[in-house]
């Protein structure tokens, strides 16, 4: 029992000892002599260190009405009813070339799958279907206004706004926002 009562207090004493060799030396404060009327008070120099949240800036994001071929030209995709994915090529010779993810190779570097032309009256797109006379759409024109948005000068969306569009089909497929995939 001596000894359990003995390592107790030896323990608390080397504790009490530990602490307060640890303890925060006190610190001598000079006082600070107030500026007289004689001197000029100083303006301290504040230099703004940037952070990391700082040099990585928000994306600039523009809009504008496309009214040339070269504003939309590129692969884009869009997803449809039931989550099928298509993609639309808009070539330079204002034709588009769609297809599903699965016949995207034949687009790419091809003038397979053209379907569609475009060109642009001022602000106004006009689209039509070609080379299929049996599309429910062969014979008509659609016009919509065009918004093109970037992040940082990229592409990014484009959103159809109908002004005239006899083709239901049509106007349910370009009703969706399509986005930018690459040129």
């Known amino acids: 029992m001596f000894g359990k009562t003995f390592v107790r207090i030896f323990c ?8 307060t060799g640890c303890a925060p030396k006190p610190v001598k404060v000079e006082p600070i002599a107030s500026p007289t009327q004689t001197e000029p008070l100083s303006t301290p ?32 995709n869009s997803c449809c ?21 699965n016949g995207l190779d034949a687009i790419k570097n091809t003038k ?16 039509q279907d070609i080379n299929d006379p049996t599309s429910p759409c062969a014979d008509m024109e659609g ?21 005239n569009e006899p083709c239901k089909d049509r106007k349910l ?7 930018w995939v690459s040129s």
């Open 81 to 101: 009813d039931h989550g099928n994915t298509l993609f639309f090529k808009y070539n330079p010779d204002g034709t588009i070339q769609i297809a599903q993810p």
């Open 143 to 163: 016009t919509y206004k065009l918004t093109v948005t970037q992040l940082d000068g990229q592409n990014s969306e484009l959103k159809f706004e109908v002004i």
């Open 12 to 19: 608390a004493w080397m504790i009490l000892i530990i602490l």
């Open 173 to 179: 497929l370009l009703s969706k926002i399509t986005h």
């Open 45 to 76: 120099v504040v230099t703004e260190v940037p952070s990391e949240a700082a040099a990585t800036s928000a994306p600039v994001e523009n809009s504008f009405v496309a009214s040339k071929a070269e504003d939309v030209v590129g692969l884009w």
């Open 112 to 127: 397979n799958g053209v379907v569609n032309k475009f060109w642009f009256d001022g602000t106004v797109f006009h689209i």
